[in-house]
């Protein structure tokens, strides 16, 4: 009956084992992937850019912020790559593997880390 009082704690991911549950590094993989392939378009429209060079420059800011830490909330990244959304608009067909990926990998992530 004691035992109920002193359970023991669930163990504590460490940050990499972290990382690794939630695909992070693949998910930066992906997103160094959709910049390079984003970089050959030109033009076009979206909802949130102006154009595809446009979201081409937030998406590299992005990607360097997640990397040297300065950004831990990945959101708009769920809705830049959600279906129809700025990397269909911008991309199309080309991309649409890599971007469901993305937004897949993103959406858990999102779904399993919210805030309360």
């Given at each position: 009956m004691i035992n109920r009082f002193f359970k023991k704690k669930p163990?504590?991911?460490?940050?990499?084992?972290?990382?690794?549950k939630w695909e992070f590094f693949e998910l930066v993989d992906d997103l160094h992937k959709a910049e390079k392939l984003l970089a050959e378009f030109n033009g076009g429209y979206s909802n949130r850019f102006n154009s595809a060079e446009d979201f081409h420059a937030h998406l590299v800011d992005y990607i360097d912020d997640i990397e040297y830490g300065n950004r831990i909330d990945i959101s708009d990244l769920w809705i830049w790559f959600a279906p129809t959304c700025d990397w269909d608009d911008l991309v199309g067909m080309d991309g649409l593997e890599l971007g469901n990926r993305i937004f897949e990998r993103v959406g858990k992530w999102k779904k399993y880390n919210v805030k309360e």
């Open positions: 163990k504590q991911l460490s940050k990499v084992e972290y990382w690794k």
